[in-house]
């Protein structure tokens, strides 16, 4: 039996919800209030079998990273459970740049399959951690936002936040 804690913010992109297990390790997060949606981006066999609400650690790394320490989402700690490709993409998303985004060819290239686009943004679509895990610092080829499970918009102002582009008010 596996139990996890599941903790909802405010911030200034919407409710954010993260799901830590035991160890405080993010399993899951993203920009709704809805847990149900946050369990199912983790595959059935890594879903805990009791999730309560409360505090966790990561909590204070997404108030550190929302008042501009841009930092301090990167050494929160993680668990993911996907194929290798999967763990080397994810493990390569941290090493994104805020500021800098790539497209997917040039993800594809950093994982040493150039002509992997297609597997590249998978990799990005079966993030479960996000913001976490920056897969919002991928792109399509041509520049544009492509998809993004939180919907474009916390995509956008994710990426002008950390390019330093003033917030609309």
């Not at 668990?79 to 994104?96: E, F, K, S």
């Not at 399959?113 to 895990?133: D, E, G, K, T, Y």
Request: charged share 20%; hydrophobic share 45%.
């Amino acid at each position: 039996m596996s139990t996890a804690t599941i903790q909802t913010l405010d911030t200034p992109d919407g409710v954010f919800t993260l799901l830590a297990d035991e160890r405080g390790h993010v399993l899951a997060s993203g920009w709704t209030a809805d847990r149900d949606a946050i369990l199912a981006r983790l595959s059935p066999g890594a879903r805990p079998t009791d999730v309560r609400e409360g505090e966790t650690d990561a909590a204070t790394a997404v108030a550190a990273y929302y008042a501009g320490d841009l930092a301090a989402i990167d050494e929160v700690p993680v668990a993911q459970h996907g194929t290798a490709m999967q763990l080397a993409g994810w493990a390569a998303l941290r090493r994104i740049e805020p500021g800098r985004p790539l497209t997917y060819t040039e993800f594809a290239t950093l994982l040493g399959s150039p002509s992997a686009v297609r597997a590249a943004a998978s990799i990005c679509a079966r993030n479960a951690p996000a913001l976490f895990i920056p897969c919002h610092r991928v792109l399509r080829t041509d520049g544009t936002l492509g998809g993004f499970a939180w919907g474009l918009p916390v995509k956008q102002r994710l990426l002008d936040r950390e390019a330093g582009v003033p917030a609309l008010v």
